[in-house]
């Protein structure tokens, strides 16, 4: 099934890291968010990708363009041009097995300005399954990819989003009208689901977009989805974050450094 992953975005609240590169680019760890991310789906067998570019896409094209190269040791003849790849070794000098990548990745200009759903209908040509996934590039996750298509094609319907219930920023109090103190709790799980992205949609959604710069996916698309009866919710108890501040950025490397990697 392909897998369309937004990658055209500015990051503008994240200017920390992005004023050199894309977001999905920012690394976590080593390795640029938007691999993780990749992972995911791969686990469960979903290699075809699309990467609907924007700002600073040449840096995600160089990127995959040049994986072998920056993930192997390599030999090359000046003469002939000619060039051989080596594993590398640990400090042992033992071998690390060389563990081929088999993902299919495709990278496309679609205009620094477009917003979701423009991208999404730029890159419909290269869309050819019955059904298609698409996420955001800079959230990770321990999403359950084949339970969640499962629930997508037991519901019926057109389109599936994935929702988690987000620890709320602040502590919040209930009080009576007199203002006392009922109860207090310190950043509490909220009743309301957000959209974290990890959608499931069937080919024909692709009608309800157009490439106008414009064309935003979360409202008129998604809403005449949902006004139609044609969208469903799949709810993920487990863990997703995204990183779209600083202190995100913070929070998963802090994580990554702790040893606490529930995405990998």
């Not at 760890?29 to 469960?44: T, V």
């Not at 990548?101 to 620094?112: A, M, P, Y």
């Not at 319907?157 to 006392?180: A, H």
Request: contains cysteine; glycine residues 10%; proline residues 3%.
């Amino acid at each position: 099934m392909k897998v369309v992953i937004f990658c055209g975005g500015k990051g503008t609240r994240l200017r920390e890291e992005t004023e050199y590169k894309p977001k999905p680019m920012v690394e976590i760890g080593g390795k640029p968010i938007i691999w993780y991310i990749m992972e995911r789906y791969a686990r469960f067998g979903h290699k075809d990708f699309v990467l609907p570019l924007g700002y600073k896409g040449d840096v995600i094209k160089q990127y995959f363009y040049d994986y072998k190269m920056r993930n192997s040791d390599f030999t090359v003849d000046l003469s002939s041009g000619k060039s051989v790849s080596h594993c590398r070794q640990d400090e042992q000098g033992n071998e690390i097995a060389c563990t081929p990548i088999d993902w299919k990745v495709t990278l496309c200009d679609t205009g620094e300005e477009t917003q979701k759903g423009g991208r999404l209908k730029r890159v419909a040509k290269y869309i050819d399954t019955e059904r298609f996934m698409v996420t955001y590039g800079d959230g990770v996750s321990d999403v359950n990819i084949d339970a969640l298509l499962d629930f997508h094609i037991r519901s019926g319907k057109m389109g599936t989003f994935t929702g988690v219930r987000m620890p709320s920023r602040f502590g919040t109090v209930q009080t009576d009208d007199q203002g006392n103190i009922l109860a207090w709790k310190e950043k509490p799980i909220l009743n309301q689901y957000t959209n974290c992205g990890f959608f499931v949609f069937k080919r024909e959604f692709l009608d309800y977009l157009t490439e106008d710069e414009s064309c935003d996916l979360e409202k008129e698309p998604l809403e005449r989805l949902a006004k139609e009866g044609q969208l469903s919710m799949y709810q993920h108890q487990g863990f997703w974050q995204c990183m779209d501040t600083l202190r995100d950025y913070q929070l998963l490397t802090q994580m990554w450094e702790d040893g606490k990697r529930p995405w990998i």
